[in-house]
C-alpha cells in the first residue's frame, strides 16, 4: 500500500470536512442545487486536488497539468469548493453559486471559470470526451494523466459504454475513471431504477482493470489511485463506495437529498454537526 503518513491523512479529512460546509453554506445560499452526491465526494476532491492531481491554480492552463473531468456535473459545488480552496478563486466567491453572471454556475462551465476542461450537464459525456484527451496525450507522447469523475446511475448511458470501449481497445493507461457508487438517483435507487451491477464485470469485459475503494476513507482513496497509476497497457476504473450525505445525519443515504430544498433551520443544522465533525478531527490530528 502506499504510504501516506497520518498526520497528511488527518489533514485531508479536515479539508474534506471543510469542503462539506462550503457544499451547505453555498446551496442555502443559492436556495437550490445538490447536496447528496457533492458531500458524498468530498473525500475524493480532498485527495485529488490536495494530494494527487498536477496541478497549477496559478496557471490553470498549464500544458502538462492532469485533467481532471466531472460527468455528474450536478455535484459541482464540491469541485467549486475544492478549486476555491486550492486557490484557483475567491472564496468568498462560493456564495455566488446559481446566480446570474456568476462564474459558478449550476453545472460546470469551461469559458467561465478557468480551471475547467469541459462544459458538463447531460450525463455520460465525461468519459467520452476524457478518453478523447487520454488519447491525444498518448498521440503527442506527453506523461499527464486524465482522471473522469462519474455518477453510477451514468452507467446506464449507451455513450458511456461507447468510450469504455474506446479506451480498452486503446489500452489508455494514463485514463482512470472513478465511479461515485452511493446506490442514489434522484428518484430512488440505482438497482431499483435501472440496474447497473456487475460493474466489475462489466469494465473488466472492455478490458480494464478495476479497482474497489471506500470513497470516505482518505487512505483506501489514495491506495486506488496510486495503483491506478501502475496498471500498464489498461485504463482503470476505481468503483469508489460512497455514503450520499455524508456527515450530515439526516442527509445520509436518503435519495431525497440527491436535490432538496432546504427547510427552515437544516441547514444550520447540518453545519452545527459538521462543525463538531471538525473539533474532533482537530483533536485528532493535534495527537498524531
Request: net charge negative.
Amino acid at each position: 500500500m502506499p504510504h501516506i503518513h497520518d498526520r497528511k491523512i488527518k489533514r485531508l479529512e479536515m479539508i474534506a470536512n471543510r469542503l462539506r460546509q462550503h457544499v451547505i453554506t453555498m446551496i442555502a445560499q443559492a436556495g437550490s442545487g445538490h447536496q447528496g452526491g457533492a458531500l458524498g465526494m468530498a473525500d475524493i476532491f480532498a485527495v485529488l486536488y490536495f494530494h494527487e492531481l498536477h496541478h497549477d491554480p496559478k496557471r490553470p492552463d498549464w500544458k502538462d497539468r492532469d485533467r481532471l473531468l466531472l460527468s455528474n456535473g450536478h455535484i459541482c459545488p464540491i469541485r467549486y469548493a475544492a478549486m476555491a480552496e486550492a486557490g484557483y478563486f475567491p472564496v468568498k466567491e462560493l456564495l455566488t453559486l446559481r446566480q446570474l453572471d456568476s462564474r459558478l454556475q449550476g453545472h460546470p462551465e469551461r469559458l467561465r471559470l478557468p480551471g475547467l476542461e469541459t462544459t458538463s450537464g447531460p450525463l455520460g459525456e465525461g468519459l467520452a470526451q476524457g478518453a478523447g484527451m487520454a488519447y491525444a496525450a498518448k498521440m503527442d507522447k506527453k506523461t499527464w494523466r486524465t482522471y473522469v469523475i462519474e455518477s453510477d446511475a451514468e452507467q446506464a448511458i449507451g455513450l458511456h459504454w461507447e468510450a469504455t470501449m474506446f479506451a480498452g481497445k486503446n489500452r489508455l493507461d494514463n485514463l482512470t475513471c472513478i465511479i461515485d457508487r452511493n446506490n442514489m438517483q434522484i428518484d430512488g435507487d440505482t438497482e431499483d431504477v435501472m440496474p447497473v451491477e456487475p460493474l466489475p464485470e462489466k469494465f473488466e469485459a472492455f478490458g480494464w482493470h478495476v479497482i474497489e475503494c471506500c470513497g470516505n476513507d482518505i487512505a483506501d482513496i489514495v491506495r486506488a489511485i496510486e495503483t491506478a497509476k501502475k496498471i500498464h497497457q489498461r485504463p482503470t476504473c476505481i468503483i469508489s463506495h460512497t455514503i450520499p450525505g455524508r456527515g450530515v445525519s439526516f442527509m445520509e443515504n436518503d435519495f431525497h437529498w440527491h436535490s432538496q430544498l432546504f427547510k427552515p433551520g437544516q441547514a444550520d443544522q447540518a453545519l452545527r454537526e459538521l462543525k463538531a465533525i471538525e473539533q474532533t478531527l482537530k483533536a485528532d490530528h493535534a495527537a498524531v
